[in-house]
C-alpha cells in the first residue's frame, strides 16, 4: 500500500545512478522484493509508468524477483517458507523461527545504454 | 544503430533515504534526552486511548510529548490536548503512514526540551507503517482482541518488526472467541524477545506493566 513512497525512492534511485554512469537511457531496473515485504509488483509498476516520465527510467522493464519467506527452525535448524496459517517446522514441529528470508527490498542492478 | 548495453550493480535499499532522515531524527531526539515510542495498530485498536492511559499513568513521573498521524482531521490531537501535554498532528492527506521527514517537520512545532517521552502515534494501518523507520528507540504495535488471534499470520511483518506488543479490548474476552494463549505463541514463535502486556484500555488492567516497560531506562 506504500508502494507510492517506494517507487518513487525507486525512480529517484535509479535516476542518480543513471546519471552517475553517464546512461542514455535506462531500460531495465531488477529489484528484490520479499514476500513479507508488503509491497506489489503490479502497483509498483502502475505507478513506475506514471513517476518515471521525463527520467532516465521512462520506458524501462521492471524486473522483480521475489523472494519467499524463509523460517530457521531455533529448535532443530531445518529451514522451511512458512504456509499461509501453519508455521509449524515440518521436521520437528516447533513453531515459527528466525526469519531469515522475506523482508528484502532493494534496486539490485540496472541495465543501461 | 543498437547502443551497447552495460549492467550496473546498484544494491540501494529502496527507502535509503527514509533510514537517513530517521538517523539524523534520532540524532536530534538523544541530542534532546527524549525517548520515542512509535505506536502502530489497526485502525480501532486503540492507539490514542494507550496514550491517553499513559499520559495519566505518568502524569508527575515524566514529561510526555504525542505525535500524532492520521489521514485527516485534527480529532485525536483534541483529546491529547485536553490532557494537557504537548502535541503535533499530522494529517498525511491518504499516505497510510508517518515517514522521517514528516516527523522532522513536526519536531519544530514541539518543545523537545521539555519532553521525556515522546509518543507517536502511526496511521493506523498493519503493513505499511512498518517500512518507514521514523527515528524512534522503540516499536509497538496494539492488537486488540476483536481483531482476532490470527493477526499474525495475515501481518506477519508488523509482528516481527517491534519490541512489543499491547493486547488490548481484554475486557471483550469473555464475548469474543480470541484465543489469547495462541496468539501469544503466534508473535513469540515470530519474535522471542518481544514484550507482551494484557492491557484494557477501557478498565486501566494491565497499563501498570506496560508503563513500567516504557518507563525502564535501558532503552
Not at chain 2, 516499536?139 to 509482528?159: L, M, N, Q
Request: hydrophobic share 45%.
Amino acid at each position: 500500500m506504500h508502494e507510492l513512497a517506494v517507487t518513487d525512492s525507486i525512480v529517484k534511485i535509479v535516476q542518480e545512478k543513471g546519471a552517475e554512469v553517464g546512461a542514455l537511457r535506462v531500460t531495465s531496473i531488477n529489484l528484490v522484493v520479499g514476500d513479507w515485504s508488503g509491497l506489489v509488483d503490479d502497483c509498483i509498476q502502475f505507478y513506475f509508468d506514471i513517476l518515471s516520465e521525463g527520467t532516465l527510467a521512462r520506458g524501462a522493464t521492471l524486473c522483480f524477483q521475489r523472494i519467499p519467506a524463509c523460517f530457521h527452525c531455533r529448535s532443530c535448524g531445518a529451514e522451511f517458507t512458512p504456509r499461509e496459517y501453519n508455521w509449524t517446522c515440518p521436521r520437528c514441529g516447533s513453531l515459527g523461527g528466525e526469519l531469515v528470508a522475506g523482508r528484502e527490498f532493494y534496486v539490485e542492478s540496472i541495465e543501461v545504454e | 544503430m543498437q547502443e551497447a548495453r552495460y549492467d550496473i550493480p546498484v544494491v540501494e535499499k529502496i527507502l535509503s533515504t527514509n533510514d537517513q532522515l530517521a538517523e539524523e531524527n534520532a540524532r536530534r531526539f538523544d541530542r534532546s534526552g527524549v525517548t520515542v515510542v512509535n505506536i502502530m495498530a489497526a485502525p480501532g485498536g486503540g492507539k490514542t486511548s494507550l496514550i491517553l492511559r499513559t499520559i495519566e499513568a505518568l502524569r508527575g513521573r515524566l514529561r510526555i510529548g504525542v505525535i500524532e498521524g492520521d489521514v485527516a482531521s485534527q480529532v485525536d490531537s483534541q483529546r491529547i490536548a485536553a490532557a494537557h501535554v504537548p502535541v503535533v498532528q499530522i494529517n498525511t492527506g491518504g499516505q497510510c503512514h508517518l515517514d522521517a521527514n514528516m516527523i522532522r517537520g513536526a519536531l519544530d512545532r514541539l518543545p523537545l526540551e521539555e519532553i521525556d517521552l515522546l509518543l507517536v502515534e502511526n496511521v493506523g494501518n498493519l503493513i505499511c507503517p512498518v517500512a518507514f523507520k521514523l527515528g524512534e528507540h522503540r516499536r509497538v504495535a496494539i492488537t486488540s482482541a476483536p481483531e482476532g488471534d490470527d493477526k499474525p499470520y495475515k501481518y506477519p511483518a508488523i509482528f516481527h518488526a517491534v519490541d512489543a506488543v499491547v493486547i488490548n479490548k481484554l475486557d471483550l474476552l469473555p464475548h469474543l472467541d480470541f484465543d489469547l494463549a495462541a496468539f501469544r505463541d503466534l508473535v513469540l514463535a515470530l519474535n522471542p524477545n518481544v514484550a507482551l502486556f494484557d492491557v484494557s484500555c477501557k478498565t486501566g488492567q494491565g497499563i501498570g506493566e506496560w508503563v513500567a516497560w516504557l518507563m525502564d531506562e535501558d532503552v
